[in-house]
Structures are given as structure tokens and as C-alpha cells.
């Protein structure tokens, strides 16, 4: 493993070309568990101003959503901010198993992240201007997911982290991004480890 920065990443990151209308668009992609939340977060501490991050998990209409939920995140967030205007989604309340009423507004900043599983996928991988990959053994992201979400949704994160396994090696997404990213353990403040 390699340590590198944030501060690091963030300048490769504007050093590339925006593709996505004006907005450079950075994935933050792998399994549930791996740690994406949390390297989305500091990657964006590391830009001035923060750019927006959109979760995918909050837009999934519940469990069954797990890959189709991507019309909905092209014709409200990926199209606008590809034609300049600001995009907008409504977020999943995962107890309430609705989308909640409000919008939350993103608007067309030079950096946008996008986190979440299949967030590098195939159909948006041309107007990425930088992928992540983050990984860690499959026990350790589900003990992750078990203690934030509680272990009465075990069969609904083994059967979430099936449909993950037929998605990555489908879509071959380790393989085609920019950065693979060790999140078995979190680097010190401001640096991730680069698995390889």
C-alpha cells in the first residue's frame, strides 16, 4: 500500500478536463462497506469550496433498486448539470420506505462527486473525469454494514452484496477507473492508501 493525499488527489483532479458539460464528475464506486462514504467526504474537504457529493443510496426507491434506480439519477441530476443547469433529487427515507418531499439541489459546480455503488458503471464512465475504486475483504465490509444498519437486514446486505458481486464482475469496474483505494483501514488525517 501507498499513501497519498487528498490535497493530492483533488489537484489531479482539476488538472483534468471537465466531461460532463462543464462539471468535472468524480465516481467514488466498490462494495458496500468499503468505506466510499467516508473518502467522498474527505476528497471533498481537500477542494475550496467543497463540491457537491450525491449519495446513490439516497436514491434508491428501497432494496429492489440496488442498480435500476439510474433513470432517475440521469434525468434529474446527470442531465441537468450536463447541460449547465442545477439538478435535484429527492432522498430515499429508508424507514419510512419513501422518497421524502423536498428537493436537495445540486448545482452545476467544476467538481461534482457522485458515491456510491455503481457509480463508475459502464454507461457514465465517458463522462467521468476521474473513478475511484474502494475495497476491503468482503467479512470486514459486511461486519461494517451489519453494525450501522443492524443485524435485523442481514438477509436483505447478504442478498445487496450478491447483486454487488454480479455487478462488479460485469461491469468490470476495478479494472477501468483511475484509482483502486485500500479502505480495510482509514490513513492518517488527509492521505488514503492506494491498494495497488
Known amino acids: 500500500m501507498t499513501t497519498e493525499t487528498y490535497a493530492g488527489l483533488a489537484a489531479t483532479i482539476l488538472a483534468r478536463p ?13 462494495p458496500s462497506g ?6 467522498a467526504g474527505r476528497l471533498a474537504e481537500a477542494f475550496e469550496p467543497p463540491p457537491p457529493i450525491v449519495n446513490t443510496d439516497d436514491l434508491l426507491d428501497g432494496w ?3 442498480f435500476t434506480f439510474w433513470t432517475r439519477l440521469e434525468a434529474d441530476v446527470l442531465g441537468p448539470l450536463r447541460a449547465g443547469r442545477p439538478g435535484r433529487y429527492r432522498r430515499y427515507d429508508w424507514t419510512r420506505r419513501a422518497f421524502g418531499d423536498s428537493w436537495i439541489p445540486v448545482p452545476p459546480a467544476d467538481v461534482v462527486i457522485l458515491e456510491g455503488v455503481s ?12 473513478a475511484v475504486y474502494v475495497t476491503a475483504p468482503r467479512e470486514l465490509r459486511l461486519e461494517r454494514t451489519l453494525r450501522r444498519d443492524g443485524e435485523a437486514l442481514r438477509p436483505d446486505l ?26 480495510t483501514v482509514y490513513a492518517p488525517s488527509g492521505t488514503y492508501f492506494r491498494a495497488h
Open 34 to 39: 468499503t468505506g466510499k462514504s467516508v473518502f
Open 64 to 66: 429492489d433498486d440496488q
Open 119 to 130: 457509480a463508475a458503471r459502464a454507461a457514465i464512465r465517458p463522462e467521468l473525469t476521474f
Open 18 to 30: 471537465p466531461r460532463l458539460g462543464a462539471t468535472r464528475l468524480v465516481a467514488v464506486d466498490g
Open 158 to 183: 447478504e442478498r445487496w452484496q450478491r447483486g454487488e458481486d454480479r455487478h462488479f464482475a460485469e461491469d468490470d469496474t476495478a479494472a477501468r477507473v483511475d484509482l483502486v483505494v485500500d479502505g
